[in-house]
């Protein structure tokens, strides 16, 4: 007896490698097709017949499984959305451990599409659901702020180099100054540009003036925090969110053996980076219930 069809889609730039096949009681997988379409709206129309075709038994239910593939699977996730498929996305991380124990010693697109598709025929995952136009756009901003914010430290640090080296070369410092100008130029306009937005929603806004009555926090830290969560969206509980900002805390423990207990680091880095300096900062202004928790692990392993 059939339970349900999964379709596997390890997705390119310009290719998508798609697989389908169906698992029953005996947990036993059977594939059916697969098919090559280009990453296009033709070619996902192209993949939207294809289901359609092989998924004859409609009264089962049908999964998509797909890998993050930097932006380049954002079309076709948004596309299969819309049409009202439950689609599934997979970090690359795990996918390459789940076919890594089905035993698969070679690897192509056609064979990781299909591990896909057994990953989500096999497992229950999480359904995906897309950014809103608000907090995606506000997502660009941050995150471009901090490449610009990473470039000028890269340019920093190669005039102080520079201006200490054997035989300084002052055009090529000058030249530098001029681009470092105009990263701080960019950056006071991203600025500029991402308070506009958040201001562009009244109920988003008040809730930031709320938290801007803190010491220690401003608008880029509630505006990159925000935007890489999507409004907290999709998020039952704390917990969750903690553990999507590799916030959760780890242990190596086996035996005998005790090894280090540390925070996972596996999650939104770019949530951990502006966070930081804040975290220090309210401690410094003595927010209460910050500094409590702050006194309070501090007591335990006297660490700073």
């Given at each position: 007896?059939?339970?349900?069809?999964?379709?596997?889609?390890?997705?390119?730039?310009?290719?998508?490698?798609?697989?389908?096949?169906?698992i029953d009681q005996n947990q036993q997988v059977q594939?059916?097709?697969?098919?090559?379409?280009?990453?296009?709206?033709?070619?996902?129309?192209?993949?939207?017949?294809?289901?359609?075709?092989?998924?004859?038994?409609?009264?089962?239910?049908?999964?998509?499984?797909?890998?993050?593939?930097?932006?380049?699977?954002?079309?076709?996730?948004?596309?299969?959305?819309?049409?009202?498929?439950?689609?599934?996305?997979?970090?690359?991380?795990?996918?390459?451990?789940?076919?890594?124990?089905?035993?698969?010693?070679?690897?192509?697109?056609?064979?990781?599409?299909?591990?896909?598709?057994?990953?989500?025929?096999?497992?229950?995952?999480?359904?995906?659901?897309?950014?809103?136009?608000?907090?995606?756009?506000?997502?660009?901003?941050?995150?471009?702020?901090?490449?610009?914010?990473?470039?000028?430290?890269?340019?920093?640090?190669?005039?102080?180099?520079?201006?200490?080296?054997?035989?300084?070369?002052?055009?090529?410092?000058?030249?530098?100054?001029?681009?470092?100008?105009?990263?701080?130029?960019?950056?006071?306009?991203?600025?500029?540009?991402?308070?506009?937005?958040?201001?562009?929603?009244?109920?988003?806004?008040?809730?930031?003036?709320?938290?801007?009555?803190m010491k220690g926090l401003g608008y880029l830290t509630?505006?990159?925090?925000?935007?890489?969560?999507?409004?907290?969206?999709?998020?039952?509980?704390?917990?969750?969110?903690?553990?999507?900002?590799?916030?959760?805390?780890?242990?190596?423990?086996?035996?005998?053996?005790?090894?280090?207990?540390?925070?996972?680091?596996?999650?939104?880095?770019?949530?951990?980076?502006?966070?930081?300096?804040?975290?220090?900062?309210?401690?410094?202004?003595?927010?209460?219930?910050?500094?409590?928790?702050?006194?309070?692990?501090?007591?335990?392993?006297?660490?700073?």
């Amino acid at each position: 007896m059939t339970l349900k069809y999964s379709v596997g889609l390890d997705v390119s730039s310009k290719k998508i490698d798609g697989s389908i096949c169906v698992i029953d009681q005996n947990q036993q997988v059977q594939f059916m097709s697969k098919i090559t379409f280009n990453n296009t709206v033709c070619g996902f129309k192209n993949l939207d017949s294809w289901i359609t075709k092989w998924h004859k038994a409609t009264e089962l239910p049908l999964v998509v499984c797909m890998e993050a593939t930097g932006v380049y699977h954002e079309n076709c996730a948004l596309y299969l959305f819309e049409k009202g498929y439950q689609l599934s996305i997979v970090l690359p991380n795990k996918a390459k451990k789940y076919l890594e124990c089905l035993g698969l010693k070679s690897k192509n697109d056609s064979i990781d599409a299909r591990g896909l598709a057994q990953m989500g025929a096999e497992q229950c995952l999480g359904l995906w659901q897309p950014l809103g136009r608000y907090y995606y756009e506000l997502r660009n901003y941050t995150r471009q702020h901090q490449n610009i914010q990473e470039l000028k430290t890269v340019i920093s640090n190669q005039i102080h180099a520079l201006k200490h080296g054997m035989y300084p070369c002052e055009m090529t410092i000058e030249q530098l100054k001029t681009t470092l100008a105009l990263f701080d130029s960019q950056l006071k306009e991203l600025s500029k540009k991402m308070k506009l937005h958040l201001k562009s929603d009244d109920v988003v806004y008040r809730k930031c003036l709320n938290i801007l009555a803190m010491k220690g926090l401003g608008y880029l830290t509630i505006a990159t925090l925000i935007a890489e969560t999507n409004g907290f969206e999709l998020f039952e509980n704390y917990k969750q969110l903690v553990s999507y900002a590799g916030y959760d805390v780890v242990e190596a423990q086996s035996g005998t053996r005790v090894g280090k207990t540390k925070i996972s680091k596996k999650g939104n880095s770019r949530i951990r980076r502006a966070l930081h300096m804040p975290s220090l900062v309210v401690i410094t202004c003595k927010e209460k219930p910050f500094l409590d928790l702050y006194n309070r692990t501090f007591e335990k392993h006297a660490i700073k």
